[in-house]
């Protein structure tokens, strides 16, 4: 493609729309010769007749205005690619973000109204999935995730961590008891969760005299979902080991009992990934210096 041709083009639309060489020149500011030279350029380039022009008339042929329709369609996403990435303007367009249930649930909802006040212009697009994501292949801006991270493919920048529990439904305790230890869980029913991409349970990690010690009690249950591992503790169907954030509420209402609260629990680090570019969109960029004050400011450990 020629260097000039969307400046043709530009020139092109302005004249079909205003019906008159003399009037798109005035509003391109520009000499008359110069708009006529640049619509037979574009003629020649594109090898068809564009104009029908007289003295006293100027018409459109059908190609013409096919091209005049796709021309202006092309100028607008170029203008609106041009307005999205300058620092001039607010961040604009559309923002896909994905992130595991529990984050989505707990952190990112209820805040996005603080960015939507922010960026008015930003369209969010919300997936939630507990599994990998390929952002390429799926279109998605970046991603949130829970766990230490075994992709480099693209660039990563770790936000904190957060705090994890051990607890179950009253009934599940009324009716196995309470473990006193970490030792003790192997002695208990579990649901626990897995990995669907490396098909991987979960450890439950604890710090005993110092060191960090892995239990994994029996899974009477393995889910690959976190709403439904929580689903399944409510209902008594076996010990949970999750993020505190997400299970919290229904400790402070009774549906759920901490139990080995005298043992700290290794926490999990959350982090965001996004595309290795060299321009990131502006969008992407406020998006993630946003969600990293923000989880600094209210997940703090």
């Known amino acids: 493609m020629r260097s000039n041709m969307l400046e043709l083009m530009d020139i092109f639309v302005q004249v079909v729309e205003l019906r008159s060489f003399t009037r798109a020149a005035d509003a391109l500011q520009l000499h008359r010769p110069a708009i006529s030279k640049s619509v037979q350029q574009l003629e020649d380039a594109l090898g068809v007749k564009l104009l029908h022009r007289t003295t006293r008339s100027l018409s459109v042929t059908v190609e013409g205005d096919e091209i005049y329709q796709r021309a202006k369609n092309l100028l607008s996403d170029v203008n609106d690619m041009m307005a999205s990435y300058s620092l001039n303007q607010p961040p604009r367009g559309q923002l896909r973000i994905d992130a595991s249930l529990a984050l989505m649930h707990t952190i990112l909802i209820p805040h996005l109204s603080e960015f939507q006040a922010l960026y008015p212009q930003i369209e969010m697009v919300l997936t939630a999935s507990d599994r990998l994501t390929d952002l390429v292949t799926e279109g998605v801006d970046c991603v949130i995730r829970l766990g230490e991270l075994t992709d480099s493919s693209f660039v990563s ?114 982090s965001i990934l996004f595309p290795d570019r060299r321009y990131l969109p502006p969008k992407v960029r406020v998006f993630i210096e946003w969600f990293s004050e923000l989880f600094a400011k209210n997940h703090q450990l």
């Open 157 to 270: 920048r770790r936000v904190g961590d957060l705090q994890m529990v051990t607890c179950a439904a009253p009934s599940y305790l009324e009716k196995y008891g309470t473990p006193r230890t970490p030792d003790d869980l192997v002695y208990h029913k579990a649901v626990s969760f897995f990995s669907e991409h490396s098909r991987e349970v979960q450890e439950w990690k604890f710090v005993m005299n110092g060191e960090v010690i892995s239990r994994r009690p029996g899974s009477s249950i393995r889910v690959n979902n976190s709403d439904v591992l929580l689903s399944c503790g409510l209902s008594g169907l076996g010990m949970l080991h999750a993020l505190r954030t997400a299970l919290e509420p229904y400790i402070k209402t009774g549906r759920l009992t901490e139990v080995l609260s005298g043992y700290a629990t290794v926490t999990k680090p959350v």
